[in-house]
C-alpha cells in the first residue's frame, strides 16, 4: 500500500492536468470572491456567507480531478500494468481514494481560506457587517476542506463507475449544473432536491448560500455525515465494479 500511495502521490504532482484545474479554479475564486463583494446584498443574508459561496467551485473541481485519476487510467490503458503489479484492484481505489482526499482536503482549505482572505477585508473596507464571527468564518473554511476532500472522493468513485473520461466529465458537470438546479425548481420534489442533492449539501457542509439563496439547507454536520454517506455508497459501487469487470474493455 505504500508503494501504491507514493506512486499515486508522484501521480498528482508531476501531472499537469491537476495543477491547471487547481490553478483556474483558484483564480476564478479569487476574481469572483472580489468582484460579489462589491454587489448589492439582500436584506437578512450574510454578505460573507453569499460570498464565500463562489468558494464551492473547489469542490467541482475536486469531484471533477477525482474522476480523471480513475478513467485517466483506462483512457491511456495504464490500468493494465498497474493492476498486474497489485494484489487487488481494491488497493489501488483505495491508495488514489486516500491521495485524491488528502489533495482535496489542503485544496479545499486553501480555496476557502484565500476567498475569506478577500472577501473579509473588501467588505469592511465597504463598512459592510460580514455577518460572521471568527468562530464562524473558521468553520466556513474548515467545511471547505472536509467538503473537498469528500468531493474528491466522490469523484474516484465515479471514475470507477464509468470508466469513459467524457462520460464521466459530462455526467458530473449535467448533474451539478443542469439536473439538480433544474430539479430543485419542482413543487415538493424542489425542496428534497436543494436539501439533500450534492449542490445542497455542498453549500450545507461549507456553511454558506445555497443555490437558490432561500433554499432550506441541513445543518452543517448532518449535510456531512449524508454527503460521507453518499460518497461511500458510490466508492463501493465502483470498487464491487472495478474487481468484476474486464479491464480492457
Known amino acids: 500500500m505504500i508503494r501504491l500511495l507514493r506512486g499515486e502521490t508522484l501521480q498528482l504532482a508531476t501531472t499537469r492536468t491537476y495543477w491547471m484545474l487547481a490553478a483556474g479554479a483558484l483564480a476564478l475564486i479569487a476574481a469572483g470572491t472580489s468582484a460579489t463583494t462589491f454587489t448589492s446584498f439582500t436584506s437578512g443574508t450574510s454578505p460573507a456567507r453569499t460570498t464565500l459561496a463562489i468558494a464551492g467551485l473547489a469542490q467541482t473541481v475536486a469531484l471533477l480531478a477525482g474522476a480523471l485519476s480513475v478513467t485517466s487510467e483506462f483512457r491511456h490503458k495504464t490500468i493494465t500494468p498497474a493492476v498486474l ?3 487487488g ?4 481505489l483505495v491508495a488514489k481514494l486516500i491521495t485524491m482526499a488528502a489533495a482535496g482536503l489542503a485544496f479545499g482549505l486553501a480555496a476557502t481560506g484565500m476567498a475569506a482572505a478577500i472577501a473579509l477585508p473588501l467588505l469592511a473596507a465597504r463598512h459592510i457587517p460580514a455577518g460572521i464571527s471568527g468562530t464562524q468564518a473558521a468553520a466556513i473554511i474548515v467545511g471547505g476542506g472536509v467538503a473537498t476532500a469528500l468531493a474528491a472522493a466522490l469523484g474516484v468513485g465515479v471514475g470507477a463507475i464509468i470508466r469513459n473520461q467524457v462520460g464521466a466529465i459530462i455526467t458530473v ?3 451539478l449544473y443542469v439536473a439538480e438546479p433544474l430539479l430543485g ?3 415538493h420534489a424542489g ?9 445542497g449539501l455542498a453549500a450545507a457542509a461549507t456553511h454558506t448560500t445555497g443555490f437558490p439563496a432561500t433554499a432550506q439547507l441541513l445543518g452543517q454536520g448532518a449535510a456531512v455525515l449524508v454527503l460521507a454517506a453518499y460518497t461511500t455508497a458510490v466508492l463501493l459501487t465502483g470498487a464491487a465494479l472495478l474487481r468484476h469487470r474486464d479491464i480492457t474493455a
Open 85 to 87: 503489479i497489485t494484489p
Open 89 to 92: 484492484r481494491t488497493p489501488l
Open 173 to 175: 458537470l449535467a448533474l
Open 185 to 187: 425548481f419542482i413543487p
Open 191 to 199: 425542496t428534497a432536491v436543494q436539501k439533500y442533492g450534492l449542490g
